[in-house]
C-alpha cells in the first residue's frame, strides 16, 4: 500500500513537471524557433553584440576617479562554451527531473547551496582564464605562490585561476562544496583560520560579500593577509548589494553593514570605490562588468546576474592614517 502511494506520488510529481514546463515552453523563450536562435546565436560568431549589454558600462555615469580604471570586457569563447554546455545540459529531461524531484526532497533539511553541492549542479561561471589575466595584468605564464579563493563553491571558478599559483588555498562553509574542492586538491582552510599576514599574492573573494555575515571584517582580514606591495584582492560583488546570508535553509540579515547606495551599476560601483572599499583601506586599480553565470534547470538555459569586478590593492595611505 505505501509503495503504491509513494509510486503514485512520483508519478503526479513527474507529470506535474512536464505541464509546468509544457507551459514555460508555450509562454517564454523555450519555442523550439527561439531556443533554435539561441543555439545558433551562441554558436556563430557575431553573437557577440547580442551579449553586450551584459558587459556595457555608461562611462558618463561613473565617478571621475573611477572613470580611468573601468575595463572593457567582452563575451569570449570560454563564457560562449559554458554558456553552450548550460542549455544542452538544461536540455536533459531525466536529469533535470531528477535534479528537480531531489531538490524538493531535500530542501526541508539543507540549504540550496549544499543541494547544488551535493547533486553536482549549479556550475557557475565569473570570469575566463583570459580576462582573469587582463584583469590582473598578468601574462598566461606568470606565476605567483599563493592564491586563496574564499566560498569557493565547488571550486570551478577557482579552476580558472589555479594554474598560476603554486599553492591554492579555499574556504567555504557548505560540506558538500568542501567535498569538490577537496577532490581537485586545494588546500582547504577554516572559515575562521585563513587569516595569516602577509601570506598570499592574489585572494579572490568572489561574490560572497553579500552572503557572509561579517563583509567588513572579511575586508580587513583579507588586507592583513596580502603580500604587502604586491598582493592584490579580486573581488566581484553582485549588484545591486543586497545582502542576506543562507544559515541552514533560511535567508537572514547579517551581522555587519556594508553600505552601498545608487541604484544603477555604475552608481553603485562608484559609491562602493569611494567609500566602503576605501574605508576598508582598497584603493581600485581596475573595475569590470561581468555576467555572472549559473548553470539552468529545465525552465531557464541558464541564470544571469550582473557582477562587478574589482581589482584592489591596499592602499598606503590608510596605513599613515592608522598610524598617526
Ligand atoms: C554565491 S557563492 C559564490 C561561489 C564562487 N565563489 C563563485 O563566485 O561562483 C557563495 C559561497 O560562499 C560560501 N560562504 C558563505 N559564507 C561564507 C564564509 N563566511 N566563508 C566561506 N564561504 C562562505 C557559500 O557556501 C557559497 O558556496
Ligand atoms: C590530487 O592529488 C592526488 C595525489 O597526489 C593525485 O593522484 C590526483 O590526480 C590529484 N587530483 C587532481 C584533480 O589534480
Redesign the pocket.
Known sequence: MKTAVFIAWIVFYVSALLALRRMWTGKYVRSPLARALFVSMVNEGDATEQFQEWYHCCLVKLGEDVRPLFLQSYMDQDTKAFLRQSEEKSGWMFTQLYYSFMSTVLSPIV?R?SIN?FLGRGA?F?FSGDQFRQLLQISSDWQGDRLL?????DG??TAVMDKHFKEVYA????TP?RWHLQKKNYTLLE?DGWQNPGFYDVI?C???LD????PLT?LADIRRSLVPGTGRLLL?VVLPFQPS??VGRKWQWPKEYLKVKGKTWEKQVTHMSKRALQKAGFEVEAVTRLP?LCEGDMYHDYYVLDDAVFVLKPSEAHDTELDS
Open positions: 540549504s547551496t553541492g557557475m565569473v579563493d574564499l566560498g569557493a563553491g570551478g571558478v574556504t567555504e562553509v557548505s562544496m572559515v579572490s568572489l561574490n560572497l552572503r557572509c555575515d561579517e572579511l566581484a546570508v543562507e555572472y
